[in-house]
């Protein structure tokens, strides 16, 4: 079929919005018909050219939203009609990892999704005799696209698409690290470092489980201020001062029981690190650093009882929590409206892209009709 997608020619210029074929789905593999997209900033730092395993062109975006239209042979936990939402990071079920039970990085897929591949080594987007490849298993700036059985999320039909998309990247690592990673407990002191989408997630997944005081830190006024409406009881202007001894002194002079790192910079994630309680307090590394860069840590700060963990997607298992997420949603116990901030049609995709540049609100949202 043809469709309408945006793709990545070159690094560091506009995406372009073109006509692509794309092939109906194989074994294992579902079509979906995409009504709702994030713009990340994965999508962008790859677009950039920055990222070392990059590679053009490809059609991006992974924080899809859609209707499931055809299933391929094989498929039987989807089927025409269902809403779905994307995963870049799939949960098969069936690898040693996902058996385990104790990780959610699924090993399924991993080696041909990094390379831009469906699983069995090819792509369904082509224009001519060209072959196009795949954006972390989703490439979902498109009306439509063909992703394996096993990287979707079935979820409530009942739930808006512009609000769910976001579960699919930002808003569930930061929701999902609070509630499950770290399993925050109730009236316990949260701090989160970083209030762009995943340390709001972070805020209300604290908030969810009951944190009596949560501190949110960031450079920005405004983003403090949404820190705020998600559930934060304290704020720090990041350039106000060394925020851990602020933290420090907002959580009764041991730091808190938990804190967040949501900026990917490293001497924050430090920060996190050291403003978490003595005895047992327990930091969760979220933020992507750059390829090569290090965290140092004081040993002592671990001797003292500080434990440090990461997690990526949040430790979200995509099939399992999404649907849960999509459910509290339309329960009203989460919110998800208030994340979007502007949105867009496909062909305003590069826009996306400025607003975000520009720290302008916290995610645009590709609708598409
Ligand atoms: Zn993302
Ligand atoms: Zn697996």
Redesign the pocket.
Known sequence: MKIRAAVLEEFGKPLVVQDLELDPPKEGEVLVQLKACGVCHTDMYTASGVDPSGYAPCVLGHEGAGVVAEVGPGVTSLQQGDHVVTLFS??????V??KSGKTNI???IRAQQGQGYLPDGTTRLSRGDERIRHFMGCSTFAEATVMPE?ALAKVDKSASFDAICLLACGATTGIAAALWKAEVEQGSSVAVFGAGMVGLGAVAGAKLRGAETIVAVDMSEQRLELAKQFGATHTILASSGDPVEQIVDMTDGFGADYTFEATGNVAVMGQAVEAARMGWGLCTVLGVAGRGEKLEIIPRFLITGRKVQGGSFGGAKGRTHVPQLVDMYVRGELELDGFVSHRISLDEVNKGFDLMHHQDGIRSVIQFS
């Open positions: 799939p949960e098969c079920r069936e690898c990892n996902c699924c090993l399924k096993v």
